[in-house]
Every structure is written in C-alpha cells, then in structure tokens.
C-alpha cells in the first residue's frame, strides 16, 4: 500500500516504481489497473508497461482504492 499526499496524483507506472519496481520475472506487457466503480462492480484495464517506457502507450491516473497487478511472465527475455 502506498501513502499519497492529499491532492496528489499518481500513475500506475509511478506506483509500480515507487513500490520498488519489477522483479526480474515481472510481466511488463500483461500488467493491468483493476478499479471498483462502486456500485459493486469492479473494472480490469489492460497496462503494458513495455509501451509506456518507450514512450508509445497511455499510462493510467490512479484513483482511490485501485489496485495494481503485475503478473509473472514464464520467460524473462
């Protein structure tokens, strides 16, 4: 769990590097943002995080209560 100064705002990429980063079997292209809509439904965004560090895909603006998964790749390359 991270801890956010009121008013700050945090991307998903960021939290992941806050957090430490990625382990070395870490699956950066199969990462997601799951949110809960709060009527009891819940989302799973898609975060490949390959394409957000060259540069080519969208990163994602965390809300509260969101959760971030980074999936084990079998293979590291």
């Known amino acids: 769990t991270l801890r956010l100064f009121q008013d700050e705002t945090l991307t998903a990429y960021s939290a992941i590097l806050r957090a430490g980063g990625f382990a ?38 965390l809300q509260g209560k969101d959760i971030v998964i980074v999936p084990e790749s079998f293979f590291s390359f």
């Open 24 to 61: 070395r079997f870490a699956n950066l292209k199969k990462c997601s943002v799951v949110r809960d809509l709060g009527n009891g439904e819940k989302i799973q965004m898609p975060l490949n995080v390959k394409e957000i560090q060259r540069g080519l895909g969208p990163d994602i603006v």
